[in-house]
């Protein structure tokens, strides 16, 4: 499926990768192999783990990232200091609880929206 946006919902442990178009859905998981226990509450990247989610979202043109925690940021600096494709996708972090895959579908179709209705480029804002 030729998809112009993606959706992430990420934590340390899986994310979903939700590509859509006008019309339909098509969601991957990815899970993590490592089960570190965190020090103080903070689980470190885990590099593996990110190079799937970038490989998932490999010809997506915009990206929207969202989670609870620290994740979804450490994710978009991995795409930045390692050279992929989707570091340029990326358009926005936004910080979520734990919503349905059709939740945040339904909150990446209404933040992709305005931008669509303008043909406007939200990595160019």
């Not at 795409?79 to 936004?94: L, T």
């Not at 895959?101 to 804002?125: E, T």
Request: proline content about 3%; overall charge negative.
């Amino acid at each position: 499926m030729t998809t112009f946006h993606a959706v992430v919902w990420m934590d340390h442990s899986e994310a979903h990768v939700l590509m859509f178009d006008r019309e339909h859905v098509e969601a991957q998981r990815v899970k993590a192999r490592s089960h570190h226990t965190p020090k103080h509450g903070h689980v470190g990247a885990d590099k593996e783990f990110f190079n799937q989610v970038a490989q998932a979202l490999e010809g997506v043109n915009e990206v929207l990232l969202t989670g609870p925690a620290n994740a979804k940021i450490e994710f978009r600096d991995f795409c930045k200091h390692n050279v992929h494709a989707v570091d340029k996708a990326v358009v926005d972090v936004v910080t979520t609880d734990h919503p349905s895959d059709a939740q945040v579908v339904a909150m990446a179709r209404q933040y992709f929206l305005k931008f669509d209705q303008q043909a406007v480029d939200p990595a160019q804002r």
